[in-house]
């Protein structure tokens, strides 16, 4: 900290938070919502779990259903996701194989 610098308030680093918190969470629920499942990349994941491991946000037994219903709905996502891009790799194949013949 440099010379005549004070730091951060308690209320300015608790805006902070709450306003990351929001963030990652908007994040999360835009790529579920999005009708092409788009799948959140390993940084924004891991920076999500990590959000959570730090603030000691853990899964109670009784949340477990939700959290598994959040699961199939993610994997369905991904699987859709990669299922259209196993399609469109086959076309793309199929075309360049017809220029060469």
């Known amino acids: 900290m440099t010379q005549g610098t004070k730091p951060a308030s308690q209320g300015t680093l608790a805006a902070l938070h709450r306003k990351f918190a929001e963030y990652l969470n908007d994040v999360l ?17 891991g920076c999500i779990s990590k959000f959570l491991k730090d603030n000691e946000i853990t899964c109670e037994p009784e ?8 699961r199939k709905k ?5 699987k859709k996701k990669n299922v259209q891009s196993s399609v469109q790799s086959i076309l793309e194949e199929a075309e360049q194989t017809q220029y060469l013949n």
């Open 29 to 45: 629920e835009e790529a579920m919502e999005s009708e092409d499942g788009l799948p959140l990349d390993a940084a924004t994941m």
């Open 63 to 70: 949340q477990r259903d939700d959290l598994e219903e959040l």
């Open 74 to 78: 993610y994997s369905r996502q991904s």
